[in-house]
T-cell receptor, first 114, second 111 residues
Framework: ETGVTQTPRHLVMGMTNKKSLKCEQH?????MYWYKQSAKKPLELMFV???????ENNSVPSRFSPECPNSSHLFLHLHTLQPEDSALYLC?????????????FGQGTRLTVV | QKEVEQNSGPLSVPEGAIASLNCTYS??????FFWYRQYSGKSPELIMF????GDKEDGRFTAQLNKASQYVSLLIRDSQPSDSATYLC???????????FGAGTQVVVTP
C-alpha cells in the first residue's frame, strides 16, 4: 500500500463519545500533519509532528488530542466534541527540513457530530 | 498573521478555453508555492509547484510566480469538464514544511 491512508472514511459520533482517527503514511516522510476543512473555509492546520515530536499546536481545543507513536502513524483522539467540529479531517505528510517539499494528503475522514 | 488570498469564484470557463486563477500571499519570505486540486468530497491533490520567478509548464497547466508582487497564478489551457474542481493555492511558510492555504477558487468548465 502506498501514499497516505486515513481511517475511517466517515464517522458519526455523539457529543459524549470518544473516537480516534488514524493516519498511516508509506512515503518515508518524517513530518505529519492534521488539517481541518470546514465548508467554505481554508484548510486549518491543527497539529504538526516532526520526527514524532509535536512542533506546533495551533490553539486547538483540548477535546482534540493528537498522538504520533512513530514517523509512519498519526492519531487524532476525539472526546466530547461539539456539532461545530463536524468537518473533513485531513492527514498529510511531507519530508521536513527540506527547503522545497510538498505535502501529500490522505483521503480524509468526514466527521459528523450529532 | 500570514495570509493567502484567492477569489472564491465560481469561475465559469467554456470548454477549450483558458482558466486563469490568481493567488496573493502576505509573507515576503515565502519560498515555495503549490497548487492543489480538490474535487468535491475528496482530498487535495498536488498538481503544480513552483519555486522560482517566472513560468513553469506541465502539460495543460502553467504556474506563474512573481515574488516581488507576492503573486502566484495558475493557467489551465484547453479546459475540460474534468477540470471542474476547487483549486487551492498553498504557500510554504517555514522550514518544517507547513503550508498556509487559501480558501480556494471553484472552477466550473461548461461544455
Amino acid at each position: 500500500e502506498t501514499g497516505v491512508t486515513q481511517t475511517p472514511r466517515h464517522l458519526v459520533m455523539g457529543m459524549t463519545n470518544k473516537k480516534s482517527l488514524k493516519c498511516e503514511q508509506h512515503l518515508g516522510h518524517n513530518a505529519m500533519y492534521w488539517y481541518k476543512q470546514s465548508a467554505k473555509k481554508p484548510l486549518e492546520l491543527m497539529f504538526v509532528y516532526s520526527l514524532e515530536e509535536r512542533v506546533e499546536n495551533n490553539s486547538v481545543p483540548s477535546r482534540f488530542s493528537p498522538e504520533c507513536p512513530n514517523s509512519s502513524h498519526l492519531f487524532l483522539h476525539l472526546h466530547t466534541l461539539q456539532p461545530e467540529d463536524s468537518a473533513l479531517y485531513l492527514c498529510a505528510s511531507s519530508q521536513d527540513r527540506v527547503s522545497y517539499t510538498e505535502a501529500f494528503f490522505g483521503q480524509g475522514t468526514r466527521l459528523t457530530v450529532v | 498573521q500570514k495570509e493567502v488570498e484567492q477569489n472564491s469564484g465560481p469561475l465559469s470557463v467554456p470548454e477549450g478555453a483558458i482558466a486563469s486563477l490568481n493567488c496573493t500571499y502576505s509573507d515576503r519570505g515565502s519560498q515555495s508555492f503549490f497548487w492543489y486540486r480538490q474535487y468535491s468530497g475528496k482530498s487535495p491533490e498536488l498538481i503544480m509547484f513552483i519555486y522560482s520567478n517566472g513560468d513553469k509548464e506541465d502539460g495543460r497547466f502553467t504556474a506563474q510566480l512573481n515574488k516581488a508582487s507576492q503573486y502566484v497564478s495558475l493557467l489551465i489551457r484547453d479546459s475540460q469538464p474534468s477540470d471542474s474542481a476547487t483549486y487551492l493555492c498553498a504557500v510554504k511558510v517555514d522550514s518544517w514544511g507547513k503550508l498556509q492555504f487559501g480558501a480556494g477558487t471553484q472552477v466550473v468548465v461548461t461544455p
